[in-house]
């Protein structure tokens, strides 16, 4: 259950509140926000009789929340949040954006042909990792701040704004200063102190399904980010682990509708880590738009073959040029649009 308080309520009238859940028997926890302070009883095993409560001063609403999640969920938040990255770029909403890039940012003019072609293929913006999380330690781990300074480059060049990943709480401050929305990846999907980091710091995040969490496990991560006072967060559905070898991953398609019912957070499709395999990718993105994904994230190289990551399963450009066109028909088909690439802000080139 959540006591939400009024906007405004005074410290004393939410301190009231937290002695009256003790003396009840159960834990309170303040989730002071931007808007409102919530608090959260926890160490209840039933329903709880909020009349006590409701009538405490300063209390605005009681709402009884089953999941353990509590700010994430749709009994916390029955409207669908839109998260907004860069101006136009919106996800949650009736638009289906495409995020469109190489896997790793390996160098300028790397960064700048995919950019480039992203733009010219229809995406809305640009992914490419600086920091990488590699499975193995001996595999590229990517340019770090160079690598940062040239996707800031390719931004000014085409508008596109940018979509990369950080690995820990350090690079997080850093990858801050140029992203316009920071990708946490499956492998730290758990990472809680990054999450914490990143709910603080309060730029829009793309939160990645771990290979081996379940829905739950995925909206309780996001929940610690939302508990520092972000909500700008955007979950990803990006393949799990299963037993079978003829694939990277088994992309979870059923988790859209399963999170959308669930949360009120926005979640997209990544159908690349999804599959690992280049033509399976535009069937599962296509199919992902159909499912009700609120935006697309995908690996397109101008040379996949000569990728230093993730090249087996990243598109040529013309294949996502193809691909944008059929997303438009399939989101149109649901109610949706896939838009159109907005002007090139400044041509520096
Ligand atoms: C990526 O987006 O390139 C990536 C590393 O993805 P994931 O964290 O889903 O493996
Ligand atoms: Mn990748």
Not at 81 to 90: E, K, L, N, R
Not at 116 to 128: I, P, Q
Not at 210 to 233: F, R, W
Request: glycine share 10%; net charge neutral.
């Amino acid at each position: 259950m959540l006591v939400v308080m009024q906007h405004g309520a005074a410290p004393a009238e939410v301190d009231r509140v937290v002695d009256v859940i003790t003396a009840m028997g159960y834990e309170a926890r303040p989730m002071p926000g931007a808007q409102r302070t919530a608090i959260g009883i926890v160490g209840n095993d039933g329903r709880v009789d909020g009349s006590r409560l409701a009538a405490l001063p300063g209390v605005a609403q009681i709402i009884h929340v089953t999941q353990p999640y509590k700010q994430v969920s749709r009994e916390w938040r029955p409207e669908s949040t839109i998260v907004t990255i860069a101006p136009g770029v919106s996800f949650g909403g009736d638009e289906v954006p495409v995020v469109a890039g190489p896997c790793s940012v390996e160098s300028e003019r790397q960064i700048l042909e995919s950019a480039h072609a992203a733009l010219a293929a229809g995406a809305s913006a640009l992914r490419g990792g600086a920091f990488k999380p590699r499975s193995s330690p001996y595999s590229f781990q990517g340019l770090g701040k160079k690598g940062l300074s040239h996707l800031a480059l390719a931004r000014s060049e085409t508008g596109l704004p940018i979509v990369t990943e950080a690995m820990d709480d350090e690079g997080a401050h850093l990858v801050a200063e140029v992203a316009d929305c920071i990708q946490i990846g499956a492998r730290n999907m758990q990472n809680y102190s990054l999450l914490k980091t990143v709910g603080r710091i309060g730029k829009p995040v793309l939160l990645k399904r771990g290979m081996a969490a379940t829905i739950s496990d995925l909206l309780l991560s996001a929940e610690y980010i939302l508990s520092e006072g972000n909500d700008k967060v955007i979950l990803c559905e990006r393949g799990v682990r299963t037993f079978d070898t003829s694939a990277r991953n088994m992309f979870d398609l059923t988790a859209i509708p399963t999170v959308q019912k669930l949360s009120h957070l926005p979640i997209v499709a990544d159908p690349s880590h999804g599959t690992g395999v280049r033509e399976r990718v535009a069937p599962m993105a296509r199919a992902a738009v159909a499912a009700g994904a609120d935006g697309i994230l995908v690996e397109m190289h101008p040379h996949p073959d000569a990728a230093l990551s993730d090249g087996a399963q990243s598109l040529f450009p013309e294949q996502l040029a193809e691909l944008v066109a059929q997303l438009r028909a399939v989101a149109a088909a649901v109610g949706r649009t896939v838009r159109q690439p907005h002007p090139v802000v400044t041509a520096g080139r």
